[in-house]
């Protein structure tokens, strides 16, 4: 996982620095020594500097080299590592973050935040999101939305049902769209002129056609 590191932007570096910093999400000191190490060296890492022999030198400092120390540490990091990209998606998805925020209040009966926040996602505008991820987005939100309303009996659930069973179907058209466009790029890319199998596209012109 650590040659990784060098993918990250400038922005992510710092953000991961912030990150590990945090005791909430960190609580490894050797972990914060080694991110600080690899962002002194970033974007520029060469193979020396993340040859275990060296990391080790620069982590523990006093010592003789011990490969049960270096694999735990490489343990610890990879699970730190991944919690961040997990977190730094999160943070660009406000859309998944919307969903979480919703579902959290849903189950702690916090019913009036919960009126809140869905009242603030009306009101929203769509944002820059492509259209696969805005339907998969929404159908999620409005599963959520669905649920409290039934749980609640505070209004008529329907018209949320037709917004959420709207959405789904758009969502499947997409994705039936994608998977036809996958397979027109994997002829070309192979050199091949025909089509793809027709299975890839009958069944989303069908349901076009009927929609």
Same mark, same amino acid.
């Given at each position: 996982?650590?040659?990784?590191?060098?993918? &990250?932007?400038?922005?992510?570096? %710092?953000?991961?620095?912030?990150? @590990?910093?945090?005791?909430?999400?960190?609580?490894?000191?050797?972990?914060?020594?080694? @991110?600080?190490y690899l962002s002194s060296k970033h974007p520029r890492i060469k193979p020396a500097h993340i040859y275990k022999?060296?990391?080790?030198?620069?982590?523990?400092?006093?010592?003789? /080299?011990?490969?049960? $120390?270096?694999?735990?540490?490489?343990?610890?990091?990879?699970?730190?590592?991944? %919690?961040?990209? @997990?977190?730094?998606?999160?943070?660009?998805?406000?859309?998944?973050? =919307? /969903?979480?925020?919703?579902?959290?209040?849903?189950?702690?009966?916090?019913?009036?935040?919960? =009126? &809140?926040?869905?009242?603030?996602?009306?009101?929203?505008?769509?944002?820059?999101?492509?259209?696969?991820?805005? /339907?998969?987005? $929404?159908?999620?939100?409005?599963?959520?939305?669905? *649920? /409290? #309303?039934?749980?609640?009996?505070?209004?008529?659930?329907?018209?949320?049902? %037709?917004? #959420?069973?709207? =959405?789904? *179907?758009?969502?499947?058209?997409?994705?039936?769209?994608? @998977?036809y466009n996958h397979s027109l790029n994997y002829g070309i890319y192979y050199g091949k002129q025909s089509l793809?199998?027709?299975?890839?596209?009958?069944e989303i012109i069908s349901y076009i056609e009927k929609n």
């Amino acid at each position: 996982m650590i040659e990784y590191f060098s993918k &990250l932007t400038n922005a992510e570096v %710092q953000a991961f620095g912030k990150f @590990v910093r945090s005791p909430y999400h960190n609580t490894n000191r050797n972990v914060f020594r080694l @991110v600080r190490y690899l962002s002194s060296k970033h974007p520029r890492i060469k193979p020396a500097h993340i040859y275990k022999i060296n990391i080790f030198r620069n982590i523990f400092r006093y010592g003789k /080299y011990n490969e049960m $120390n270096y694999h735990k540490l490489m343990s610890e990091f990879r699970k730190v590592f991944e %919690q961040f990209l @997990v977190y730094w998606e999160l943070e660009k998805d406000i859309s998944k973050k =919307d /969903y979480f925020l919703l579902k959290s209040l849903r189950l702690r009966k916090l019913n009036e935040r919960f =009126d &809140l926040a869905a009242e603030r996602l009306r009101s929203r505008p769509r944002g820059s999101s492509s259209e696969m991820d805005y /339907y998969l987005n $929404n159908t999620l939100i409005q599963n959520e939305l669905h *649920d /409290y #309303y039934t749980e609640t009996s505070f209004i008529d659930s329907k018209k949320i049902l %037709q917004s #959420y069973s709207s =959405d789904l *179907d758009n969502l499947f058209a997409l994705s039936k769209l994608k @998977v036809y466009n996958h397979s027109l790029n994997y002829g070309i890319y192979y050199g091949k002129q025909s089509l793809p199998d027709e299975r890839y596209y009958k069944e989303i012109i069908s349901y076009i056609e009927k929609n």
